[in-house]
């Protein structure tokens, strides 16, 4: 066996739903990778609600070490 034809058909078996890691439905790997973009999208606000915070936070920091004449 040559290493042109092991590729090529590793090539076929991925187009037929399976994975150098086995077999994975396509509509589970669709619904593997709608679930991998919510996540990500979730991560995005979050990190753009602790950004917000630490702003607030550096905010009332610099507003507790005014002094107050």
């Known amino acids: 066996m040559t290493e042109g034809y092991l590729h090529a ?3 076929e078996n991925n187009n037929q ?3 150098e890691y086995g077999y994975r439905g396509l ?3 669709r619904a ?3 679930i991998i973009e919510q996540q990500r999208l ?3 606000n979050l990190r753009n609600q602790l950004q917000s915070m630490e ?3 550096n905010d009332l920091q ?3 070490s005014r002094p107050n004449y």
């Open 9 to 11: 058909s590793l090539t």
């Open 17 to 19: 739903g399976y994975t």
């Open 42 to 44: 979730e991560i995005n």
């Open 55 to 57: 702003n607030r936070c």
């Open 62 to 64: 610099a507003r507790a």
């Open 32 to 34: 593997k990778d709608k």
């Open 27 to 29: 509509e589970e790997l």
